[in-house]
Nanobody, 115 residues
Framework: VQLQASGGGLVQPGGSLRLSCAASGSISGIITMAWYRQGPGKQRELVATIGRGDSTVYADSVKGRFTISRDNAKNTVYLQMGSLNPEDTAVYYC??????????WGQGTLVTVSS
C-alpha cells in the first residue's frame, strides 16, 4: 500500500489550500492518520492527527486555521489549511499508523506561502 499526497502549491499569505492523501489500497487496523511538515532548515513536526472516532489533535501553531478530516471509504485523509502565512511553508507528509506493521508515509507535497 502506498500513500499519495497531493494539493500542495504556491499560495499567497492569508490564502487556503486543501491537501489530500489517498492510500492505494485498504489499510487494516488504522490507529491514526496524520499530517506532518518539514520547513526549510527545520525538523519534521506533527501538524495534526485524527484517530478512531475522529478525535483530532493539532499543533498549537495551526489550531483554528487547519482542519484534518478523513474519508474511510476512500482511504483518504485531508488537511484543510486556512489563513496561511509564510511560516507554514514546508513539505507536508501524510502518515498512517496501524496495528499491523510499520507506519506508512506519503511522498510529501510542497506548500509555499509567499506573495
Amino acid at each position: 500500500v502506498q500513500l499519495q499526497a497531493s494539493g500542495g502549491g504556491l499560495v499567497q499569505p492569508g490564502g487556503s489550500l486543501r491537501l489530500s492523501c489517498a492510500a492505494s489500497g485498504s489499510i487494516s487496523g488504522i490507529i491514526t492518520m496524520a499530517w506532518y511538515r518539514q520547513g526549510p532548515g527545520k525538523q519534521r513536526e506533527l501538524v495534526a492527527t485524527i484517530g478512531r472516532g475522529d478525535s483530532t489533535v493539532y499543533a498549537d501553531s495551526v489550531k483554528g486555521r487547519f482542519t484534518i478530516s478523513r474519508d474511510n471509504a476512500k482511504n483518504t485523509v485531508y488537511l484543510q489549511m486556512g489563513s496561511l502565512n509564510p511560516e507554514d511553508t514546508a513539505v507536508y507528509y501524510c502518515n498512517v499508523n496501524s496495528l499491523y506493521g510499520p507506519p506508512y508515509w506519503g511522498q510529501g507535497t510542497l506548500v509555499t506561502v509567499s506573495s
